[in-house]
């Protein structure tokens, strides 16, 4: 049976960023539902004790894999926030891979938002680091994940990525704090970024 993770902060840590409210619709409804739906479709199936990791992994496309996807996307989106560092630089590796990519920090930041501004889909925006521990910048649709690289957009040769850290574009994880002012949200959540949670996968 897969259980709907535990929030990694308090429901009202994100404030002012994100409020109280968007979380418990966002948390407490969406995610609660691909829960419910996961454990409904895979009962007396061959996945029925399996975990979410596996589902991923080897579900045929279709509304298995999906939820099991939306479920794991939205656990990874939580855990890459936080409470609200003064200073949320990342440390001298992922500094450093960052300026390989001949960007400074707030010039990855706008080529961050400029992806997510350009990500129409109902998905998520991801920071990742390729089998060569160089970084790119990706978009996925629906429950896409860097965990089947056939989901990524554009990735027509199925590069492998280490998903560092991602963040939700789809109307739920914003609109009750920010309405139709989606650049302000992108702005905004720089400042909750968990950057401890980016190094350590960085560092895998």
């Known amino acids: 049976m897969i259980i709907l993770p535990q929030l990694p902060f308090d429901k009202t840590g994100l404030m002012p960023?994100?409020?109280?409210?968007?979380?418990d619709?966002?948390?407490g409804k969406h995610h609660q539902w691909y829960v419910n739906k996961l454990n409904e479709l895979i009962t007396g199936t061959s996945f029925e004790n399996s975990d979410l990791e596996t589902i991923i992994s080897t579900a045929e496309a279709g509304p298995i894999f999906n939820n099991a996807a939306q479920i794991r996307n939205h656990t990874f989106?939580?855990?890459?926030?936080?409470?609200?560092?003064?200073?949320?630089?990342?440390n001298p590796n992922l500094s450093q891979a960052i300026e390989?990519?001949?960007?400074?920090?707030?010039?990855?930041k706008q080529e961050f938002i400029a992806k997510w501004t350009n990500n129409f889909w109902s998905?998520?925006?991801?920071?990742?680091?390729?089998?060569?521990?160089?970084l790119e910048i990706i978009n996925t649709s629906n429950a896409g994940t860097p965990m089947r690289p056939e989901t990524v957009i554009g990735n027509k040769e199925n590069i492998n990525y280490t998903p560092l850290f991602?963040?939700?574009?789809?109307?739920?994880a914003y609109y009750l704090d920010y309405q139709n002012r989606r650049?302000?949200?992108?702005?905004?959540?720089?400042?909750?970024i968990n950057r401890s949670f980016a190094e350590e996968n960085f560092n895998l």
Do not use: A, M
């Open 77 to 90: 989106y939580r855990n890459s926030l936080r409470p609200i560092q003064d200073n949320n630089l990342p």
């Open 123 to 134: 998905g998520r925006t991801w920071l990742v680091k390729t089998t060569n521990n160089e």
């Open 183 to 192: 650049p302000e949200y992108l702005t905004n959540i720089w400042s909750l």
């Open 166 to 172: 991602t963040i939700d574009v789809r109307e739920h």
């Open 17 to 23: 960023v994100i409020d109280e409210k968007t979380i």
């Open 100 to 108: 390989q990519k001949r960007w400074s920090f707030d010039n990855f």
């Open 25 to 27: 619709l966002h948390y």
